[in-house]
């Protein structure tokens, strides 16, 4: 469906441009108009409609929105056409978050959703993320079975299709994040939105909530004119500390373009990565839910397994694979109370949430825990943690049709090492954890994680240490120095050195 369509051309007008790599683990991804026309796109949608009813959704009803990109209207109305045309009742609810999206499956008694977004990517790049049995959406097989019906031209047209604009799902998502009532405690909070689709949620769903909000970046502006709204990335992160220490906010919240992720700064600038977050929340929850399970992923601290206040409060910690569908899934399977990515999802099971992810409601949870902890600042809160040093989530360059095998070469180096008791900096291997890539911890603590990216062209890697922050960048640069040996592994898009440790 690919060959020789390019853009501005009569071919790419009237014929299927929708390149193969855009189908990925848990969600759907292309450059465009690179790799994807509006004729693909409609083609998209008829594969997920087609899906809808393969599955026997009553009625086939799906909930579709976009974020704020200047191309994501036209490819959702294109998908429309798409859905329509498989026999799909369409729910538009226009300009909207992810979670906003999810949560009109339960406001619109939709089984289906269909969020047209790029999340934080560049500009140039448009996805869909799709589900059809809420909160869960498509994980592996069902994306391997979408990208089957649309490439092999399986898609089926029904009758019955139709479509309704639905007004005022905004105010309904903000009237039901603030059920619980506003705060007795007064905070000020910075909301960092980075120009994306947040911008018109996230600071009226503090304030609702009773907090003073100092907002930054919340204009739209699809053109991004300072940083990609990416709340994993060190040059937004570092712009939120800034203004929490110039305003003297009590806490500082950054959005990804489609607001399911959230990042968090504390009142003395100090960029907290959100797998430390989600440990916070834990200790605090587990007073409130006894004996809860979180689910983390594996690019998360060691402080679940290890921090004794989680082991004294009963908690049980399940690490999973990376992405938003895995956890999700994963903390619907166990019942967990809740479930983080070190990347900045929170997925909050009932009472809190529904179990999708949402980074508005993990602002208004840890504000509603600040409230619980009247006296104590957010870094009085990071302070009790056990010390350890962690690195953000590094991405190097790597092929998608490469990136694969070369993890999987890794693993097998790494397992063999292990088998045969060789030591890694001078200590002894005490695991090699595969579920997703591969996580290797040394005897005292410290551990490194390479695993593919699965909605970019590049590997991801991380490091911890308990030890030190001269061994957090030992283990960097031992596994640095590994793939460096890989002609296929490029540039970082951003890279840890002894002056920068997180």
Known sequence: MTKDITPNSESFESEVLIAPQGFREYDARWLTPEHLNLRGVQKLGLGIGTIVHELKKNPPAVVVGHDYRSYSASIKHALIIGLIEAGCQVKDIGLALSPVAYFAQFELDCPAVAMVTASHNENGWTGVKIGAERPMTFGPELMGRLKDIVLENKGVARSGGSYTYVEGMKEKYLKDIAKDGKLKRKLKVVAACGNGTAGVFAPDALRAIGCEVIEMDCTLDYTFPRYNP?????????????????????????????????????????????????????????????????????????????????????????????????????????????????????????????????????????????????????????????????????????????????????????????????????????????????????????????????????????????????????????????????????????????????
């Open 230 to 502: 990416n709340p994993e990335d060190l040059e937004m992160l570092h712009a939120i500390a800034a203004k929490v220490k110039e305003t003297g906010a009590d806490i500082g919240f950054g959005f990804d373009g489609d607001g399911d992720r959230c990042g968090v700064i504390d009142n003395t600038g100090d960029e907290i990565f959100a797998d430390k977050v989600g440990v916070i929340l834990a200790r605090d929850l587990a007073k409130i839910h006894k004996n809860p399970t979180f689910v983390v992923d594996v690019k998360s601290t060691g402080l679940y397994d290890a921090d004794p206040a989680l082991k004294e409060l009963g908690v049980k910690t399940d690490y999973w694979k990376t992405g938003h569908s895995y956890i999700k899934r994963r903390v619907n399977e166990l019942g967990a109370l809740a479930g983080f990515e070190k990347s900045g999802h929170f997925f909050f099971n009932a009472p809190i949430g529904r179990g999708y992810d949402d980074g508005v409601l993990t602002a208004v949870t840890v504000c509603r825990m600040m409230d619980r902890n009247e006296g104590k600042s957010l870094a009085d809160l990071k302070n009790a943690l056990p010390k350890t040093w962690g690195s953000p989530t590094m991405a190097p360059h790597c092929p998608d049709d490469k990136k694969y095998g070369l993890v999987d070469a890794l693993t097998k180096q790494f397992e063999d090492k292990f088998k045969k008791g060789e030591k890694i900096l001078g200590s002894a291997i005490s695991s090699v954890v595969t579920v997703n890539g591969m996580r290797v911890t040394l005897e005292d603590g410290t551990w490194g994680l390479i695993r593919a990216s699965s909605n970019k062209p590049s590997l991801v890697v991380v490091v911890e240490s308990p030890v030190s922050e001269d061994r957090l960048h030992d283990m960097f640069e031992y596994i640095d120095g590994i793939l460096g040996g890989f002609k296929e592994v490029g540039e970082y898009d951003q890279k840890i050195s002894r002056k920068k440790a997180a």
